[in-house]
């Protein structure tokens, strides 16, 4: 049995939370708390609901919101969340089936980017009237560092300059530490710093309460701060669902001393200590362009001249460059999906493409 409701009630969210948290690889995208901090952007949500009897075996956590012009979209990213038992089969084909249903009665487009380890729902969902998207709701490739290997291993898996820069800012008096929610003034600041830089929007402040409210009571969110001599360096953001720990925002004060002072990497290299310590079974260090997989996996040598900055800087502590399942797309209306496949094709439509998109994902103001 599946069911679609909107608002279900605190037990049957409760064990949905418990669901998520529960299966390998899952994504805080896919909790309960995920909708709350989605609502503060306009969004809201939609759960798809497979039962056996009174047994919930998986589901789906749709949100969506109106776009002028255009109609109610709806993104699903990290999702649907299946079991691994022998109920998986079944329970993928009736979570598929009431996702197409609802993307043709209820969106003018529903999006998807399904989970690590289930490339099966994309074929599902493409049998059932969706198309490859290249949307980009969510990131469709990452680097993850496993961290069953012992320390040693983890530590030797770091490139040289990388575990050069770690011993500089240990030297300079570089200390990481945990953050908390006294701390997200500090940390916005950082995170504005970068966004500076690189010449993005930072999420505002009141978006990083909102996240640490929803999130840290239930241990999804953790704040790492690099510091020297008391003085705030960089932080990093991270939540945690299904025993992987994932790198969602980063910052640094853009000073050159902070840059040659190596607190980057100690923050980063302590906060794979921290995850290991704890249980965590990876860290994913958050999106890389899919074209840039492979050059990853053939080595480190010459890496620098094949990929951008972002991923050759993730790449230099180790770990797996992984491509997520093909993201699939469902426009309902025949005017919507004309338009939308016109609109990439001028640069003033790919704009506009890419305004919905950043809609969808939150970053748009």
Same mark, same amino acid.
């Given at each position: 049995?599946?069911? !679609?409701?909107?608002?279900?009630?605190?037990?049957?969210? &409760?064990?949905?939370?418990?669901?998520?948290?529960?299966?390998?690889?899952?994504?805080?995208?896919?909790?309960?708390?995920?909708?709350?901090?989605?609502?503060?952007?306009?969004?809201?949500?939609?759960?798809?609901?497979? *039962?056996?009897?009174?047994?919930?075996?998986?589901?789906?956590?749709?949100?969506?919101?109106? !776009?002028?012009?255009?109609?109610?979209?709806?993104? =699903?990213?990290?999702?649907?969340?299946?079991?691994?038992?022998?109920?998986? &089969?079944?329970?993928?084909?009736?979570?598929?089936?009431?996702?197409?249903?609802?993307?043709?009665?209820?969106?003018?487009?529903?999006?998807?980017?399904?989970?690590?380890?289930?490339?099966?729902?994309?074929?599902?969902?493409? $049998?059932?009237?969706?198309?490859?998207?290249?949307?980009?709701?969510?990131?469709?490739?990452?680097?993850?560092?496993?961290?069953?290997?012992?320390?040693?291993?983890? &530590?030797?898996?770091?490139?040289?300059?990388?575990?050069?820069?770690?011993?500089?800012? +240990?030297? $300079?008096?570089?200390?990481?530490?945990?953050?908390?929610?006294?701390?997200?003034?500090? +940390?916005?600041?950082?995170? &504005?710093?970068?966004?500076?830089?690189?010449?993005?929007?930072?999420?505002?402040?009141?978006?990083?309460?909102?996240?640490?409210?929803?999130?840290?009571?239930?241990?999804?969110?953790?704040?790492? =701060?690099?510091?020297?001599?008391?003085?705030?360096?960089?932080?990093?953001?991270?939540?945690?669902?299904?025993?992987?720990?994932?790198?969602?925002?980063?910052?640094?004060?853009?000073?050159?001393?902070?840059?040659?002072?190596?607190?980057?990497?100690?923050?980063?290299?302590?906060? =794979?200590?921290?995850?290991?310590?704890?249980?965590?079974?990876?860290?994913?260090?958050?999106?890389?362009?899919?074209?840039? +997989?492979?050059?990853?996996?053939?080595?480190?040598?010459?890496?620098?001249?094949?990929?951008?900055?972002?991923?050759?800087?993730?790449?230099?502590?180790?770990?797996?460059?992984?491509?997520?399942?093909?993201?699939?797309?469902?426009?309902?209306?025949?005017?919507?999906?004309?338009?939308?496949?016109?609109? $990439?094709?001028?640069? !003033?439509?790919?704009?506009?493409?890419?305004?919905?998109?950043?809609?969808?994902?939150?970053?748009? *103001?």
């Amino acid at each position: 049995m599946v069911e !679609v409701d909107g608002r279900p009630d605190a037990d049957t969210l &409760r064990g949905w939370d418990r669901l998520v948290s529960a299966t390998p690889g899952s994504d805080v995208a896919q909790l309960s708390a995920w909708a709350a901090v989605r609502r503060e952007a306009g969004f809201s949500p939609c759960y798809v609901l497979a *039962r056996s009897g009174d047994t919930l075996l998986g589901g789906a956590l749709v949100l969506y919101r109106k !776009v002028p012009g255009v109609g109610l979209l709806g993104y =699903l990213p990290f999702g649907p969340v299946l079991p691994a038992n022998d109920q998986r &089969r079944d329970a993928i084909g009736a979570v598929c089936d009431a996702l197409a249903d609802v993307a043709r009665r209820r969106f003018a487009g529903l999006f998807v980017q399904p989970m690590a380890g289930v490339a099966d729902v994309s074929g599902r969902l493409l $049998q059932l009237g969706f198309r490859p998207s290249t949307a980009g709701i969510a990131p469709a490739a990452s680097i993850a560092i496993d961290l069953a290997r012992p320390i040693d291993a983890l &530590r030797a898996d770091l490139r040289s300059g990388t575990r050069g820069n770690i011993k500089r800012a +240990v030297a $300079q008096g570089v200390r990481v530490r945990t953050g908390g929610e006294h701390d997200l003034e500090t +940390v916005a600041a950082l995170l &504005r710093d970068t966004g500076e830089h690189h010449e993005f929007s930072a999420v505002s402040l009141p978006y990083l309460r909102t996240l640490y409210r929803e999130l840290a009571p239930g241990g999804h969110l953790q704040i790492f =701060l690099a510091e020297r001599d008391g003085t705030p360096l960089a932080a990093d953001v991270l939540t945690s669902s299904g025993g992987v720990l994932t790198l969602r925002m980063t910052g640094m004060r853009r000073a050159d001393d902070v840059r040659r002072s190596g607190a980057a990497s100690l923050l980063r290299w302590e906060t =794979l200590v921290w995850a290991k310590a704890g249980g965590s079974e990876a860290v994913d260090l958050g999106g890389v362009p899919p074209s840039s +997989v492979d050059a990853v996996r053939a080595g480190h040598k010459h890496l620098a001249s094949r990929v951008d900055g972002r991923t050759y800087y993730k790449a230099s502590f180790g770990g797996d460059a992984f491509h997520r399942p093909p993201a699939v797309e469902l426009l309902s209306s025949p005017v919507a999906r004309l338009g939308y496949d016109l609109a $990439q094709r001028s640069t !003033v439509g790919t704009r506009v493409v890419g305004l919905v998109q950043r809609l969808l994902r939150g970053s748009a *103001r």
